[in-house]
């Protein structure tokens, strides 16, 4: 067993007796001038000694340990009292070594980035290889320590990379893999009406299925926030802890700008905090993560609200309950393994149970898994099919193949929504649609003019060049082609107008345009770059003239880059994102039964 776990359970086991029995030990006549053992103190280990049947050395040592901890929190208050220097408890977590505890005084005004710099000194490393971590948020350089909540006496925890030339290029990339994540989803999700026809990750829908429709800021906040659980599972199931805790704190911080309401209709939240109290557990700071505890709780209650107090709704909405399993099973397991180290013995050996009961459920022969990668299934597919139909291979390959076949419909039918009917009633056809693009048009334009020929591309062509009055705004914005009843009240906005003026386009051109698409200045201007040419050559506002051609170019050629950079960025996203919609409940349950037996066996 882990020798410093046994050592936290033989604290814990002293902080309770002596707080039962109301021992002080910082008092008389425990306490020794010059912090030396006093005969009350080996007294006192002997009789716990033979209590707990444990080695009277190794209970002094440990009561001695207390004692001194005791006084240092009592030196450090007053301290603080005194002079304003607060006094911090930092477990600094190194790749390959044990964690190592440093006491690091500041005062509170100063800045997160000084404190960091006294943590990199004392452990010897670069300011660039740290991340602190308090209360659950991570430490910011640019704000004073008292404006991110620290206070005197706090327990931070510190993240530091690797020493070997591989781990530390990798780990030097912590921040800068953050932070380009979190610009990706940003990009994305400021050009999420653009962007809602096939990006899978953007889907925003409930657990039976139905789309959720939000607020333009509130999607922005939940789709930059899931971008970022994503990249933070990806980073976990890599055992990455480090920079997944960093990126899965971001995601909450990001989330956190949601309402409870919108939450409660997905279950990513509940998953979050789980992955967050997993790192911690996975780096060794369950119990000094004070608000691991209140995650839990929240998400216990979130996975209730979503699957039911007896995960009824599972099986009603999408016959996976075994799979779902596993988010209760991790579940009971972390708050077993809280309640253990809050001393909370018999709570902890009921929620370790549960946890126990669940683990029995979902264990899978791993034969059984081969047997089904040898047809093709991924080891995620196989364990969620085998998890579904109780271990049987036949059956779950059955079961494996009708869930493709439904997600293929279920993708088919949405492109198919997305896409529209043509003028005639039959659905626009994908593949022209891509054909145009490639021809060099945007996907808004194409679609629309592939409705209004009825999937004939020379006419969908001879429309956008020739007649682009007939994209309308219903056909470049929506997706069921349908117009809206409030098309004509619509009064194009004079702000918009000014810019569209200033590109060099007519007044009267940009008011239709924007009348069209609806005050979308992209829309406006996807229709006056291809009706461009058909204005009127004589008059000089005309952005057919020289200058107005030169702008339309510009204009053309900033389009194009932002699409370029929006694919470039989905792309990188989607290499960091899950390639299975059940991945993140994907799990072989060896770290669970490791960490079961450690805290079963200690109880």
């Known amino acids: 067993m882990n020798t410093d776990l046994q050592h936290e359970d033989l604290l814990i086991k002293l902080r309770a007796r002596l707080n039962e029995q109301k021992i002080k030990l910082w008092e008389p006549p425990y306490l020794q001038p010059e912090n030396s ?21 190794t209970l002094l040592e440990a009561l001695h340990e207390l004692q001194l901890h005791s006084l240092d929190r009592s030196k450090a208050n007053a301290e603080f009292k005194e002079t304003g220097f607060a006094t911090f408890r930092v477990k600094a977590t190194v790749p390959g070594e044990k964690p190592r505890v440093l006491k690091v005084q500041k005062k509170l005004d100063v800045m997160g980035s000084q404190l960091m710099a006294t943590i990199a000194g004392q452990l010897g490393v670069v300011e660039s290889r740290l991340k602190l971590i308090v209360n659950g948020k991570v430490i910011k350089p640019t704000l004073s320590l008292e404006e991110q909540g620290v206070k005197n006496g706090a327990q931070i925890m510190a993240l530091v990379m690797a020493e070997t030339p591989e781990e530390v290029k990798k780990k030097d990339t912590m921040y800068m893999e953050m932070k380009a994540t979190r610009d990706d989803a940003t990009l994305l999700s400021e050009h999420v009406d653009d962007l809602d026809y096939d990006e899978e990750y953007m889907k925003l829908e409930d657990q039976s299925g139905k789309p959720v429709d939000l607020p333009r800021a509130e999607k922005r906040a939940l789709l930059v926030g899931l971008a970022l659980h994503e990249r933070g599972k990806a980073a976990a199931r890599q055992k990455d802890y480090p920079l997944a805790l960093v990126l899965l704190l971001e995601a909450d911080r990001q989330l956190s700008e949601c309402s409870s309401s919108i939450l409660e209709t997905v279950d990513n939240w509940a998953v979050l905090q789980l992955d967050i109290s997993w790192c911690y557990l996975c780096l060794q700071n369950l119990s000094s993560a004070s608000d691991v505890a ?41 708050q077993g393994i809280v309640a253990y180290h809050q001393n909370k013995r018999g709570e902890a050996k009921k929620l370790l149970e549960k946890a126990e009961q669940e683990l029995n459920v979902l264990r899978v022969d791993e034969n059984a898994v081969t ?19 109780a271990g049987d291979v036949n059956r779950a390959h059955h079961y494996l193949e009708e869930k493709k076949a439904e997600r293929e419909m279920h993708r088919a039918q949405r492109e198919n929504r997305l896409l529209g009917l043509c003028v005639d009633g039959t659905p626009v056809n994908p593949q022209l649609v ?37 994209i309308s705004d219903s056909d470049l914005s929506s997706s069921s082609g349908t117009p809206s009843s409030e098309d004509d009240l619509v009064v194009a906005d004079d702000n918009l107008i000014t810019e569209l003026e ?51 170019e510009k204009q053309k050629k900033h389009k194009d ?43």
């Open 37 to 57: 053992i006093s005969q009350s103190l080996q007294n006192l280990a002997e009789t716990y000694s033979t209590e707990l049947s444990i080695n009277k050395e």
């Open 294 to 334: 209140a995650r839990l709780a929240k998400a216990g209650e979130a996975l209730k609200q979503t699957y039911g107090e007896d995960r009824q709704k599972v099986t009603a909405l999408n016959d996976i309950e075994a799979n779902e399993r596993v988010l209760f099973m991790r579940l009971y397991l972390l």
């Open 371 to 389: 047997a089904l990668v040898e047809l093709g299934w991924s080891k995620t597919q196989a364990r969620s099919g085998l998890r579904a139909t």
């Open 434 to 470: 891509e054909g145009l693009i490639g021809m060099g048009y945007t996907r808004n334009v194409a679609i629309a003019a592939l409705r209004n020929s009825n999937n004939h591309v020379a006419d969908a062509v001879r429309i956008i060049q020739e007649q682009p009055e007939l």
């Open 502 to 552: 200033n590109m060099g386009y007519n007044i009267d051109e940009a008011k239709t345009a924007l009348v069209l698409a609806r005050n979308r200045i992209t829309g406006a201007l996807d229709m006056l770059v291809v009706g461009g040419e058909h204005m009127d050559v004589d008059d000089p506002d005309n952005p057919s003239t020289s200058s107005g051609v030169a702008n339309k």
């Open 561 to 603: 880059k932002k699409r370029k950079e929006k694919e470039l960025a989905l792309n990188r996203l989607s290499s960091a994102i899950k390639a299975d919609e059940d991945e993140y409940m994907d799990t072989s349950l060896v770290e669970e039964e490791e960490f079961l037996a450690q805290y079963k066996s200690l109880l």
